[in-house]
Structure formats: structure tokens, C-alpha cells
């Protein structure tokens, strides 16, 4: 028994890096390229990264704050997500244009509409700097000294990397927990422009139902152009700034997708944690993701009421509605599938072998110590996981605070802050919502893990209901006048929104911050060597680091999957899936009227396949948040699509990956040409555009 028992561990630890999974560092992609061109790729490593050269890396870009977006013409249009898009679309939307019900089209370039805070960042280079970063340290020396040499490396590395300004940013960036360091520079543009959106209809056709689902058919897609300055340089917004030209641009495939083809996804994906401990697998899977779903469930249907019972609502909550739906969604995707794939008991098996081959070695103490810490740990970020998903989203607290700290530091923001509050702020949905959290909060958290002000409070009002009344109706920030007449200096402590607000956060401060810094502290510290043991004791195994939002190339093919028993889900979607949806009843499935006439009419123009549209397809890339809109690339290096999703099957892969089941989802980019086309009739784009056959 116990010899076969350690022949299924060498089997199961001998695995290689399974099918399509990984997500790699583009300025080293030549360890990767032969794969790629085995698998179909027909260009080489200095096409996908090359600093002496344009390459494609050069038509990618972070979009604003956690998604990517593509060149698509040599005058600066970009594409990226309708979800991407959709705090540009609905600040510039009121009841009168409502450009997230109907779409926008600029029909000239003096239409485009400019959107302060906006920002996309090119990838000017990337450089591994471990050794700069580390010099003058040692592992073995005190954490806080090698912390500070390391930071202060960083900021050398930083400065001299931007000094040329010209928008110029960089960061250094921990890849393998600190075993090793990269140096990126990028040059960021300001002035990126709204050039068009199709009607949320289209753009989050399915809306929070298809969701991280497939079979799919969102025509998630909205069009930016990147203005610059004279010399085609980075430069504030300006009326006179002229459309950017990029070194590189995706040219447009318009041979379409079959299951098989090579794909290639180049973006920002924003976090995964494949190497972790089977606790903290644990804690997210059978403790964490269960409690905020139930936390969020609860907020969603207070808002979806007062949403569809109307429409200023609908609009003021829409992007507000859509962010908390969608990790709420992705988390019981995420938690299906790591009870699924075993992932706490593979990963306490590989844990055991690991432990087996470190002992007598410098990692022999690192997983009963980690283990040890998580259990320290977990009530505490229980407690912030509550903290966060209930106190936190009250947002006449978070304004309340917001109010106490601008009106004391940065006065000159607040009427900004104001105005942004007061356009989306619905206070029947805050406080039902304030309400509903806090009775599970009550319910749920420990006692020991409640403030004492909490306590107290609860106790003064007898009810949370009585708590909510008092607290809605006392506090000035409920009310914009008494807010905008609030005079300069004013102690407003003891405002009721405000007192909560400051009594958790201090109680956050010194009871649960301390010791959840210090033992994560400890437990990342951990992780370094861990990483580092896990990369010696599979020395055979590609390792790719985890993502951190920074760019990185997923390839693999397009692919369906079985989703269960029985069933085979078709790799690619069309216009009469749409249809198949479409009913005016339904909110999410109510398409613009011009489509269904389109249809009726079989009015296709040039982007008809066999009869129908293309709409969707699936692939089974590595991608992860922050890959939306990320370009999808075909073996010839053309735009194929625009990655927006995965499908909830395999939203696991964040921490573990299964070939058989993970996919990434994009939108055909053809589909995209027809809606602009026929839908938008916005066709002057097009020109811009280049086409290959
Ligand atoms: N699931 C995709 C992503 O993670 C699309 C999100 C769009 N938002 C939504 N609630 N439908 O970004
Ligand atoms: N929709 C996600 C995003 O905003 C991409 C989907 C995913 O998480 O894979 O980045």
C-alpha cells in the first residue's frame, strides 16, 4: 500500500505544467516561444517583445485603473470592454442621454468626449533587477532592515528609470514572492477619449444573468481614441491635442475562429495565487467566499427592487450594481470548483510530499509554521472579511469619512468627492442595505470580534432597526445642502454616520490591523522560501509567477468543454443565439429594435457567416481580472477578439487551473465590426481599420 501510495505521488508530482495553463513574462517569452510555434504560432519572440523594435506589446495598454485595451488603428482608437468603459459611458449619461441605454457614436472627432482620470499606460520595457534590488541584503537578516534596503533600491531603480519624464512611470515589482525582481517603465497618456459604446442592450446583452457564463453572446466592446501632443507625446487633455500614433497597431483578422486554432491573449491580468497552502485554499473556498456571497445576496436584492422600480435609480446603481454582482457571481463559481477539483486535498498531499523531500533541508520548517500561523490568522481576517463586505460598503459612512478627511487635508477635492457622491447616492438602498448586513453581521461575528462602540450601540437602540432610523435621519451628510454648508474647521465628530465610521476603523486599527500585518508578514516571509522550495523540489516543472497586473502572454486554443454530465458546450456563438434570447420582457434580453430588423431582413453586409453572425467564442487561455479587453491574437499575430470573461466552470483557475474546464471568453471581432457597422452605422471607423483576409 505504501509503495503504491508514493508511486501515485511521483506520478501526480511528475505531471508537467498541464496543456495551456500559465501566464508569462513577455521579455521572456523566447523560453516559451518553441512551444507557442509548436502549437501553431508562426512568429517569433522579438514579435511579441522586443525593445529595439516595434513589437505587440506596443498596440497593448493598460486601461485605467484593472483592464487592458488594444490599438486598433494607426490614430490612436482603442478598443476594450463595454464593462470597461461603463464609468466613462455613464458619467457622461443623464436621463436625457442616456448612453448606457442607448450607445454612443462620435460621428466626427470633435465629438469624442474627453474623461478626466482616465489614463492608459504602454509598456516601454521590462528588466529583471533582482539583483539591484537585493543588494546589500541577505535572507537571513532582520525583515524590517531588508525591507527598507529593498524599498529603497526600488526608488532608485524608479527614478532613474523615469528621469527622462515625457509620461514616464515605472514600478518594481515582486514576481515569485520576492525571488526574484522586474523593473517595468511605462508611458502613460491622459487625454483618451469616449469614441463610441452600443447600447448596454448589446454591450451587456445577458447582463448579471450570462455573466461569467457561457454559451455567451454580450457584445461587450467599447472605442477610445489616445490623443497626444504635438510630438505625438504623452500630455494632459487639450483641445488641440492630436490622435496618437502608436509604434504598432493589431491588424484585423477576418478569417474567423474554428475550434483548435492557436490563440494568444496579451494583457493585465490582476491576481491569482497558484501557490498557496491547502489552509488558505480552505479559508476561501469553505469559509470566506460563503460568507460574502451571503453578505452580498442580501445587497443585491435591496438594490434590484428600488432598480426596477425606476429608472434614475437604475442608472445611479448601474455600475455600482454591476461591481458587487460580479465578485459575487465569480466567488460560487470560484468555490464550485476548487471543492471540485479536491484542490485542499491535493494540495495537503503535494504538501505531505514536499515535507517528505525537505526534510534536513533549509525548508523543512516552513509548512508547519505556516500552518500554525494561518490558524492564528483566520479569525482575524474573518473579522476584516466582515468588516470590509458590511461597514465598509455603508456609503454614507464611507462618504462621512471621506467629508472628515478631505475637509482637513485636501479641501480643494471635496467638492469633486461631493458632486460624485450625490449624483449616484439612492439612500433607501443604503440604508435597507445597512440594515440587512448588519443583522448578519451580528449574527455571524464572533463576539469578541464586535467593537465594544458596537456593543454599546446596539445595546443604547435596542434594534438595528432603531440604529438605522437614528443614524439616517441624524446625519448632516445625508443632506447635500447642510453638507455643502459645512463651514471650514468644523468638529463634526459626532455625527452619527461619521462616529461609526471612525469607532470601526479604529477598532480595525488597533485590534485587527497589528496582528493581521504581523503574521502576514511572517506568512509571505514564509512564502519566499516556500516558492523557492516548491521551485527546487519540481525542478523539471515550467513555473510561471503568479499575476500582479502586469503584462503577460496566455496561449492556447479555441476549445469547447463539458460542463457536466452529458453535455458538450461548441466553442463559438452567433447573432442567432441573440435572437434566441431576445424578449421585451426581460431587461437583460431586450434587444435594440435595429438588430431584430437587421436580422429580420438577414441584413448582414459583409459580416455574414453561414447565414448568421459570429458573435462569441472560448479558448482555453490562462486569464484572469484584468484581462478584459485584453486583445486575442491568432497564429499570424492579428486581432481575433477581445477577451472579456471566463466561464463560471473555471473561475477556479485564480488559484487552481483544469484544462479540462477553464476558459476564457471573448468577443468575436467580428461581431464587433458588424455592430459598429450596421448597428451604429458608425462605419467611418472602419476606414481607419486594416483587414486581412
Ligand atoms: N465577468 C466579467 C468581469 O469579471 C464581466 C463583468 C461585467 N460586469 C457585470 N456585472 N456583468 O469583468
Ligand atoms: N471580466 C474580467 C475583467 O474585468 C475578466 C474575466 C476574468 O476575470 O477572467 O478583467
Given at each position: 500500500?505504501?509503495?503504491?501510495?508514493?508511486?501515485?505521488c511521483c506520478?501526480?508530482?511528475?505531471?508537467?505544467?498541464?496543456?495551456?495553463?500559465?501566464?508569462?513574462?513577455?521579455?521572456?517569452?523566447?523560453?516559451?516561444i518553441?512551444?507557442?510555434?509548436?502549437?501553431?504560432?508562426?512568429?517569433d519572440?522579438?514579435?511579441i517583445y522586443?525593445?529595439?523594435?516595434?513589437?505587440l506589446?506596443?498596440?497593448?495598454?493598460?486601461?485605467?485603473?484593472?483592464?487592458t485595451?488594444e490599438?486598433?488603428?494607426?490614430?490612436?482608437l482603442?478598443?476594450?470592454?463595454?464593462?470597461?468603459?461603463?464609468?466613462?459611458?455613464?458619467?457622461h449619461?443623464?436621463?436625457?442621454?442616456d448612453?448606457?441605454r442607448?450607445?454612443?457614436?462620435?460621428?466626427?472627432?470633435?465629438?469624442e468626449?474627453?474623461?478626466?482620470?482616465?489614463?492608459?499606460?504602454?509598456?516601454?520595457?521590462?528588466?529583471d533587477?533582482?539583483?539591484?534590488?537585493?543588494?546589500?541584503?541577505?535572507?537571513?537578516m532582520?525583515?524590517?532592515?531588508?525591507?527598507?534596503?529593498?524599498?529603497?533600491?526600488?526608488?532608485?531603480?524608479?527614478?532613474?528609470?523615469?528621469?527622462?519624464?515625457?509620461g514616464?512611470?515605472?514600478?518594481?515589482?515582486?514576481?515569485?514572492?520576492?525571488?526574484?525582481?522586474?523593473?517595468?517603465?511605462?508611458r502613460?497618456?491622459?487625454?483618451?477619449?469616449?469614441?463610441?459604446?452600443?447600447?448596454?442592450?448589446?454591450g451587456?446583452?445577458?447582463?448579471?444573468?450570462?455573466?461569467?457564463?457561457?454559451?455567451?453572446?454580450?457584445?461587450d466592446?467599447s472605442?477610445?481614441?489616445?490623443y497626444?501632443?504635438?510630438n505625438?507625446?504623452?500630455?494632459e487633455?487639450?483641445?488641440?491635442?492630436?490622435?496618437?500614433?502608436?509604434?504598432?497597431?493589431f491588424?484585423?483578422?477576418?478569417?474567423?475562429?474554428?475550434?483548435?486554432d492557436?490563440t494568444?491573449?496579451?494583457?493585465?491580468?490582476?491576481?491569482?495565487?497558484?501557490?498557496?497552502?491547502?489552509?488558505e485554499?480552505?479559508?476561501?473556498?469553505?469559509?470566506?467566499?460563503p460568507?460574502?456571497?451571503?453578505?452580498?445576496?442580501?445587497?443585491?436584492d435591496?438594490?434590484?427592487r428600488?432598480?426596477?422600480?425606476?429608472?434614475?435609480?437604475?442608472i445611479?446603481?448601474s455600475?455600482k450594481?454591476?461591481g458587487?454582482?460580479?465578485?459575487?457571481?465569480?466567488?460560487?463559481?470560484?468555490?464550485?470548483?476548487?471543492?471540485?477539483?479536491?484542490?485542499?486535498?491535493n494540495?495537503k498531499?503535494?504538501?505531505?510530499?514536499?515535507?517528505?523531500?525537505?526534510?534536513?533541508?533549509?525548508?523543512?520548517?516552513?509548512?508547519?509554521?505556516?500552518?500554525s500561523?494561518y490558524?492564528?490568522l483566520?479569525p482575524?481576517?474573518?473579522?476584516t472579511?466582515?468588516?470590509?463586505e458590511?461597514?465598509r460598503?455603508?456609503?454614507l459612512?464611507?462618504?462621512a469619512q471621506?467629508?472628515?478627511?478631505?475637509?482637513?487635508?485636501?479641501?480643494?477635492?471635496f467638492?469633486?468627492?461631493?458632486?460624485?457622491?450625490?449624483k449616484?447616492y439612492?439612500?433607501?438602498?443604503?440604508?435597507?442595505c445597512?440594515?440587512?448586513?448588519?443583522?448578519?453581521?451580528?449574527?455571524s461575528?464572533?463576539?469578541?470580534?464586535?467593537?465594544a462602540?458596537?456593543?454599546?450601540?446596539?445595546k443604547?437602540?435596542?434594534?438595528?432597526?432603531?440604529?438605522?432610523?437614528?443614524?439616517?435621519?441624524?446625519?448632516?451628510?445625508?443632506d447635500?445642502?447642510?453638507?455643502?454648508a459645512?463651514?471650514?474647521?468644523?468638529?463634526?465628530?459626532?455625527?452619527p454616520?461619521?462616529?461609526?465610521?471612525?469607532?470601526?476603523?479604529?477598532?480595525?486599527?488597533?485590534?485587527?490591523?497589528p496582528?493581521?500585518?504581523?503574521?502576514?508578514?511572517q506568512?509571505?516571509?514564509?512564502?519566499?522560501?516556500?516558492m523557492?522550495?516548491?521551485?527546487?523540489?519540481?525542478?523539471k516543472?515550467?513555473?510561471?509567477p503568479?499575476?500582479?497586473?502586469?503584462?503577460?502572454?496566455?496561449?492556447?486554443?479555441?476549445?469547447?468543454y463539458?460542463?457536466?454530465?452529458?453535455?458538450?458546450?461548441?466553442p463559438?456563438?452567433?447573432?442567432?443565439?441573440?435572437?434566441?434570447?431576445?424578449?421585451?420582457?426581460?431587461?437583460?434580453?431586450?434587444?435594440p429594435?435595429?438588430?431584430?430588423?437587421?436580422y429580420?431582413?438577414r441584413?448582414?453586409?459583409?459580416?455574414?457567416?453561414?447565414?448568421?453572425?459570429?458573435?462569441?467564442?472560448?479558448?482555453?487561455?490562462?486569464?484572469?481580472?484584468g484581462n478584459?479587453?485584453?486583445p486575442?491574437?491568432?497564429?499570424?499575430?492579428?486581432?481575433?477578439?477581445?477577451?472579456?470573461?471566463?466561464?463560471w466552470e473555471?473561475?477556479?483557475s485564480?488559484?487552481?487551473?483544469?484544462?479540462?474546464?477553464?476558459r476564457?471568453?471573448?468577443l468575436?471581432?467580428?461581431?464587433v465590426?458588424?455592430i459598429?457597422d450596421?448597428?451604429a452605422?458608425a462605419?467611418?471607423?472602419?476606414?481607419?481599420?486594416?483587414?486581412?483576409?
Amino acid at each position: 500500500m505504501k509503495k503504491r501510495l508514493s508511486i501515485l505521488c511521483c506520478l501526480l508530482l511528475s505531471v508537467p505544467l498541464l496543456a495551456d495553463e500559465g501566464m508569462w513574462l513577455p521579455a521572456l517569452i523566447s523560453q516559451r516561444i518553441q512551444d507557442m510555434q509548436s502549437k501553431g504560432f508562426q512568429l517569433d519572440a522579438d514579435a511579441i517583445y522586443s525593445i529595439n523594435q516595434a513589437s505587440l506589446k506596443d498596440a497593448v495598454v493598460l486601461f485605467g485603473r484593472g483592464c487592458t485595451g488594444e490599438l486598433i488603428s494607426n490614430e490612436g482608437l482603442l478598443l476594450t470592454n463595454h464593462h470597461c468603459g461603463y464609468g466613462q459611458i455613464q458619467q457622461h449619461s443623464s436621463v436625457e442621454h442616456d448612453y448606457l441605454r442607448d450607445g454612443f457614436w462620435a460621428m466626427t472627432r470633435e465629438e469624442e468626449l474627453p474623461n478626466p482620470g482616465l489614463s492608459v499606460s504602454f509598456l516601454d520595457r521590462m528588466e529583471d533587477v533582482t539583483q539591484a534590488v537585493l543588494a546589500g541584503t541577505t535572507f537571513d537578516m532582520e525583515k524590517d532592515l531588508r525591507d527598507s534596503i529593498i524599498q529603497a533600491n526600488s526608488k532608485e531603480l524608479i527614478a532613474s528609470a523615469t528621469a527622462d519624464g515625457n509620461g514616464l512611470r515605472a514600478s518594481v515589482e515582486a514576481l515569485y514572492y520576492g525571488n526574484q525582481y522586474f523593473l517595468f517603465v511605462y508611458r502613460e497618456f491622459r487625454d483618451v477619449r469616449l469614441v463610441g459604446a452600443p447600447p448596454s442592450s448589446i454591450g451587456k446583452f445577458g447582463g448579471d444573468t450570462d455573466n461569467w457564463m457561457w454559451p455567451r453572446h454580450t457584445g461587450d466592446f467599447s472605442i477610445f481614441r489616445i490623443y497626444a501632443d504635438a510630438n505625438n507625446n504623452p500630455a494632459e487633455y487639450a483641445a488641440d491635442n492630436r490622435p496618437y500614433q502608436p509604434k504598432q497597431f493589431f491588424k484585423i483578422s477576418l478569417k474567423g475562429v474554428q475550434e483548435g486554432d492557436f490563440t494568444f491573449v496579451y494583457g493585465f491580468p490582476g491576481s491569482t495565487r497558484e501557490y498557496i497552502h491547502s489552509e488558505e485554499v480552505h479559508y476561501i473556498s469553505e469559509v470566506s467566499n460563503p460568507h460574502k456571497i451571503k453578505l452580498r445576496t442580501l445587497r443585491l436584492d435591496i438594490q434590484k427592487r428600488y432598480m426596477n422600480a425606476d429608472q434614475a435609480v437604475r442608472i445611479q446603481y448601474s455600475s455600482k450594481n454591476a461591481g458587487v454582482a460580479n465578485a459575487w457571481k465569480k466567488w460560487q463559481g470560484e468555490m464550485k470548483g476548487i471543492r471540485k477539483m479536491n484542490t485542499v486535498a491535493n494540495k495537503k498531499a503535494y504538501e505531505k510530499a514536499f515535507q517528505k523531500w525537505a526534510r534536513g533541508t533549509r525548508y523543512e520548517r516552513i509548512l508547519p509554521q505556516l500552518d500554525s500561523l494561518y490558524r492564528i490568522l483566520e479569525p482575524y481576517a474573518f473579522a476584516t472579511d466582515y468588516y470590509n463586505e458590511t461597514i465598509r460598503t455603508v456609503e454614507l459612512i464611507r462618504f462621512a469619512q471621506t467629508a472628515q478627511q478631505q475637509l482637513s487635508r485636501q479641501p480643494e477635492k471635496f467638492q469633486e468627492s461631493m458632486a460624485a457622491f450625490y449624483k449616484d447616492y439612492y439612500l433607501p438602498i443604503d440604508k435597507d442595505c445597512f440594515v440587512a448586513i448588519l443583522k448578519e453581521y451580528q449574527q455571524s461575528v464572533p463576539e469578541n470580534f464586535k467593537p465594544a462602540y458596537y456593543q454599546e450601540q446596539l445595546k443604547a437602540y435596542g434594534s438595528i432597526e432603531a440604529w438605522a432610523d437614528d443614524l439616517f435621519s441624524r446625519s448632516i451628510f445625508t443632506d447635500r445642502a447642510q453638507t455643502e454648508a459645512i463651514a471650514p474647521n468644523t468638529d463634526f465628530s459626532s455625527d452619527p454616520a461619521l462616529e461609526m465610521g471612525s469607532a470601526f476603523q479604529s477598532w480595525y486599527n488597533e485590534e485587527i490591523l497589528p496582528v493581521t500585518q504581523r503574521i502576514q508578514g511572517q506568512i509571505r516571509q514564509l512564502y519566499s522560501d516556500y516558492m523557492r522550495g516548491q521551485m527546487e523540489f519540481e525542478s523539471k516543472k515550467p513555473f510561471y509567477p503568479d499575476a500582479n497586473l502586469t503584462l503577460r502572454v496566455a496561449y492556447g486554443k479555441v476549445q469547447g468543454y463539458s460542463p457536466a454530465d452529458g453535455i458538450y458546450f461548441q466553442p463559438t456563438s452567433t447573432l442567432d443565439g441573440i435572437m434566441e434570447k431576445d424578449n421585451p420582457e426581460i431587461f437583460d434580453y431586450n434587444i435594440p429594435q435595429r438588430l431584430r430588423d437587421l436580422y429580420a431582413a438577414r441584413d448582414f453586409g459583409r459580416w455574414e457567416v453561414n447565414g448568421s453572425v459570429p458573435v462569441c467564442f472560448i479558448a482555453d487561455n490562462h486569464t484572469s481580472g484584468g484581462n478584459s479587453g485584453s486583445p486575442v491574437i491568432n497564429a499570424e499575430g492579428h486581432l481575433i477578439g477581445t477577451n472579456f470573461d471566463r466561464v463560471w466552470e473555471g473561475t477556479m483557475s485564480d488559484i487552481v487551473f483544469d484544462p479540462e474546464v477553464c476558459r476564457n471568453i471573448s468577443l468575436d471581432i467580428r461581431y464587433v465590426l458588424f455592430i459598429i457597422d450596421k448597428v451604429a452605422e458608425a462605419d467611418h471607423l472602419l476606414d481607419e481599420m486594416v483587414f486581412v483576409e
